[in-house]
Structure formats: structure tokens, C-alpha cells
């Protein structure tokens, strides 16, 4: 992915993108885009994860709600890199 004068896009601004394009998304175009793109099991392991990472600790329920979806964004973008981006720089944080 491209920005228009042709430079590549950074891992920064991919994210951002992202972020935009899931602001825009219906919730039936959400559902649609997780079920072509995150194996169930997946989104299981996420929400069973976070379960057990905010029992140990003092977690706020609003903050444990949320941390599949952070999760999720995270293995989202992830998938999104390896599709669009050619040779991603190692040392690109």
C-alpha cells in the first residue's frame, strides 16, 4: 500500500489507516471482515487470554472488556503488514 505520491507506507501510518477504516465499517461490515480474516479459535484464544492475564492483576472491568478487541487490532494490523508490505525493515519499530 501506497501512499498516492508513491512513497511506501510506514507501520505507523498503515496502523492509523486501520484504525480509520474500522471507524467507518458497520458492524455487519466488522463481522464480515473478522470472519474472513480471524479463525474463530483465534478470537477465542483472545478472549480466553485476556481472562486469565486480568485475574492475576487488578484490572479495571471496563479495561478487561476491552483487551480482546486491542488484541485482535493488534493481530489485525499484524495480518495487514505481511499482506501489503514487500520487505518490511527489520529494524522498522
Known amino acids: 500500500m501506497s501512499l498516492p505520491d508513491d512513497n511506501p507506507l510506514t507501520r505507523e501510518e498503515l496502523a492509523w489507516q486501520l484504525v ?53 487490532l493488534g493481530y489485525l494490523l499484524r495480518v495487514l503488514e505481511e499482506r501489503l508490505l514487500v520487505e518490511p525493515d527489520p529494524f522498522d519499530a
Open 20 to 72: 480509520e477504516l474500522f471507524d467507518e465499517l458497520r458492524v455487519d461490515q466488522l463481522n464480515e471482515m473478522l470472519a474472513k480474516n480471524v479463525p474463530l479459535e483465534t478470537l477465542e484464544f483472545f478472549a480466553s487470554y485476556a481472562d486469565d492475564f486480568c485475574e492475576g492483576d487488578n484490572v479495571g472491568e471496563s479495561t478487561r472488556k476491552r483487551l480482546p478487541n486491542l488484541m485482535l
